[in-house]
């Protein structure tokens, strides 16, 4: 398997049924495709013809997933729609890495605490997840560094909340990214 990250984001209610939904009309696309006559070989024929056959299917496939156009699995389904996350925000390049202290997971300075009802989980490609951390980190930093300046200070505390929405996390943008998905 690629390397992958497995990631998680707290989404809103309902969110998983309607994955689940876009899950079983993805599931039922491949039984079509499956069922196409070209890809029928008699029970009967050699076994190297029928290995031969099953490969064939599964390199077809791995193409229609990697184009997006079979997104039979959560995971391909969120991953072509962080790409899109990620390209309309003009985040799809390579970013510098962060530094040590930038957060890996967990809250992120200044973002508020929410209790979202459910949680997804994706696994995403390596590389995918690492641009989506970077382009994140990035893009907040100049917002983090004056949050952190601020410390406790209770006089900028109203400008803290108007200043903290600035930021965005990876959680941010995996939770558009599954909006995305299921609008599309």
């Not at 876009?22 to 190297?48: F, G, I, S």
């Not at 990697?66 to 899109?84: F, K, N, P, Q, S």
């Amino acid at each position: 398997m690629p390397d992958t990250t497995r990631m998680s984001a707290g989404v809103p209610h309902g969110t998983r049924k309607r994955l689940a939904a876009r899950m079983d009309e993805e599931k039922e696309r491949r039984r079509e495709l499956l069922a196409d006559p070209r890809w029928k070989v008699p029970r009967r024929a050699p076994a190297e013809i029928r290995a031969g056959a099953r490969a064939q299917v599964q390199a077809h496939l791995r193409e229609l997933r990697e184009a997006g156009a079979l997104c039979d699995t959560i995971d391909v389904l969120v991953t072509h729609a962080v790409r899109a996350e990620l390209a309309e925000r003009g985040w799809d390049h390579s970013w510098p890495a962060p530094p040590p202290s930038a957060p890996r997971s967990g809250p992120w300075q200044g973002t508020r605490s929410h209790a979202w009802p459910e949680r997804i989980y994706v696994r995403l490609p390596g590389d995918l997840a690492e641009r989506l951390f970077r382009a994140c980190w990035h893009a907040s930093e100049p917002t983090v560094t004056t949050l952190r300046a601020w410390g406790e200070d209770p006089l900028q505390y109203a400008k803290y909340r108007e200043v903290a929405d600035q930021v965005t996390t990876p959680g941010d943008v995996l939770r558009d990214a599954v909006a995305r998905a299921l609008t599309d």
